[in-house]
């Protein structure tokens, strides 16, 4: 069993902020703000795509709800959400990062070197394959 699975079964102590049904939510132990929170589903996948709609319409309003948290605890003017899934997802776990921001808080995206197409072409792509999944 991985450490979400025993976090949301309560056999591993985290700081919990929220519990339902289907979502455990959860302090960063290495948050990128105070107040930066792990939304885990209950079931163990490692991909958004083997997570049932519910939980994650679920997953998504309680990102929005967290959101309304961060301002009324920390007056936050921003915020920042993370989701690494498949191959990407620590513990093999599938989870939402979400964390409150402020201007200049440090925290900034980090991409590698190396020309990317940008064009009509990937739009088209990513376009037709939507309709198919
Ligand atoms: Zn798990």
Redo the contacts with the bound molecule.
Sequence with gaps: ??L??EIAAHRVTAHLVDETDRTVTILDTDPVNEGHVLILPKL?VDSIVDLPDETVLEMAALTRKLVKAFSSVYGAPGYGTMQNGGASCS???FHFHVFPRWPGDGYDWIYPEGEKEVSANVAAKLKNAMKTV
């Design positions: 069993m991985c979400f699975c163990h513990f093999g776990h």
